[in-house]
T-cell receptor, first 114, second 116 residues
Framework: KAGVTQTPRYLIKTRGQQVTLSCSPISGHRSVSWYQQTPGQGLQFLFE???????NKGNFPGRFSGRQFSNSRSEMNVSTLELGDSALYLCASSTGQTNTGELFFGEGSRLTVL | GDSVTQMEGPVTLSEEAFLTINCTYT??????LFWYVQYPGEGLQLLLKATKADDKGSNKGFEATYRKETTSFHLEKGSVQVSDSAVYFCALSDLYSGAGSYQLTFGKGTKLSVIP
């Protein structure tokens, strides 16, 4: 079955703009998580959605937001972009009901902020 | 809070050499442990996992054993290949909040280069 799909794969924005990234989870998966990957900070948890509800949120400013739709697809939005927001944004999905926490990742959306 | 510490490398090995990447963790609960691999330009792929103490995860010749007494989950492979060149991440997953939400905490990653 198809894996986690993220769009767009690459994008370039300028400071102050906003960006929306999209994620389609594996069919049947109801949980979607987002992670930010940077060379300096590594992989950091942004938030997790399950059945359209945010269940968990990492330590990021309010400029980072997300949502999940009834078909489990998710979007994340970053407003008022800063240079430090340049990163690979990874989406991961799971059934949301496992007790092991195993996640399946997409290939990521690489954001460059100029 | 939870944390994962792994050797950061980079690690360079000759083909057929033995690989060990050390990983230790700190967690308040009873986490599951994972090794993920990231090939250039790609996302993360699950390599192996272990969900309880003394479990051994294995896949593609890689192995790791969940050691609760030493809070470790070291990755090993007896004979590496050029195709194993990638970045390897150790991670733990613990239950956060009563809503059943899991969150992965990652190590910094270890870049492995295997030369012919």
């Amino acid at each position: 079955k198809a894996g986690v799909t993220q769009t767009p794969r690459y994008l370039i924005k300028t400071r102050g703009q906003q960006v929306t990234l999209s994620c389609s989870p594996i069919s049947g998966h109801r949980s979607v998580s987002w992670y930010q990957q940077t060379p300096g900070q590594g992989l950091q948890f942004l938030f997790e959605y399950f059945s359209e509800t945010q269940r968990n949120k990492g330590n990021f400013p309010g400029r980072f937001s997300g949502r999940q739709f009834s078909n489990s697809r998710s979007e994340m939005n970053v407003s008022t972009l800063e240079l430090g927001d340049s990163a690979l944004y990874l989406c991961a999905s799971s059934t949301g009901q496992t007790n092991t926490g195993e996640l399946f990742f997409g290939e990521g959306s690489r954001l460059t902020v100029l | 809070g939870d944390s994962v510490t792994q050797m950061e490398g980079p690690v360079t090995l000759s083909e057929e050499a033995f690989l060990t990447i050390n990983c230790t963790y700190t967690a308040t609960g009873y986490p599951s442990l994972f090794w993920y691999v990231q090939y250039p330009g790609e996302g993360l792929q699950l390599l192996l996992k272990a969900t309880k103490a003394d479990d051994k995860g294995s896949n593609k010749g890689f192995e790791a054993t969940y050691r609760k007494e030493t809070t470790s989950f070291h990755l090993e492979k007896g004979s590496v290949q050029v195709s194993d060149s990638a970045v390897y991440f150790c991670a733990l997953s613990d239950l956060y909040s009563g809503a059943g939400s899991y969150q992965l905490t990652f190590g910094k990653g270890t870049k492995l280069s295997v030369i012919p």
